[in-house]
């Protein structure tokens, strides 16, 4: 199974998006991914959906949405608008859930639910039928440049054996403290999905450096 490279741009310059957004279109990335933060849901604040359709027109790229943020209905109309092509949002908000689901898939974008690492796999169960991916988190979110946390390992493995039985087409994505190291125990837990932030960006050249995240993998 082909791994899909999804760099975060919340390890790069946010004076200069442009930029790294041309030299992520240009790398053999798949996505790019964005972490979205409203200093509610998580203690963090970084951008909203204009931001995001401000950079739209530099990339042909996937656009790789996660929301971790509360009122997500109230939102979602926006983010749908700025050209996301998957919208991902937490499990753990206070909403409904399946009707978050339905109104993300019936603007014809994919949908996505994340999990926290003190979220119990059984609490996506019901849903995975419904969506396109899950979004493990191998870090507490809110910030970028976490450890990775090696105790969600099983958690990955047992999501990603039970997408397997079922003959679900659902995708399973991991973010937070993703490298070579870390990133290859999730590909042998069955995660098919990686995003990589600080990892990348901390590397001299930033296509280059994704590019050799994407052959490692591939």
């Given amino acids: 199974m082909k791994t899909i490279i999804s760099p975060s741009i919340l390890g790069g310059s946010f004076s200069n998006m442009e ?3 041309k030299q992520l279109d240009s790398s053999r990335a798949d996505y790019i991914h964005f972490d979205v ?3 509610d849901f998580v203690p963090n604040l970084t951008f909203g959906p204009q931001f995001i359709s401000n950079i739209r027109k530099y990339s042909n790229k996937v656009f790789d949405v996660h929301l971790m943020i ?3 209905e109230k939102f979602l109309d926006e983010y749908v608008k700025s050209g ?6 937490h499990l753990e ?4 859930i399946n009707n978050l689901i ?3 898939r019936g603007h014809g974008v994919k ?3 994340a999990i926290k690492p003190k979220t119990p796999w059984e609490k996506i169960e019901p849903y995975l039928k419904l969506i396109d991916q899950v979004i493990v988190m191998t870090v507490e979110p809110g910030f970028g440049g976490q450890s990775f946390m090696n105790d969600q390992i099983n958690k990955i493995e047992t999501i990603s054996s039970y997408i397997k039985s079922h003959s679900l087409n659902v995708n399973v994505e991991i973010d937070g403290g993703v490298n070579y190291e870390t990133g290859k125990l999730c590909k042998d837990a069955g995660a098919n ?3 990589a932030g600080s990892f990348l960006f901390k590397q001299e050249n930033l296509i280059e450096a994704t590019n050799q995240l994407y052959d490692f993998f591939n």
């Fill in 84 to 89: 996301s092509d998957i919208i991902t949002f």
């Fill in 19 to 21: 930029s790294t957004i």
């Fill in 102 to 104: 339905k109104k993300v």
């Fill in 193 to 195: 999905i990686l995003v």
């Fill in 70 to 72: 509360n009122r997500v």
């Fill in 93 to 96: 908000i206070d909403e409904n």
């Fill in 111 to 113: 949908c996505g639910l």
């Fill in 37 to 39: 933060m409203d200093g």
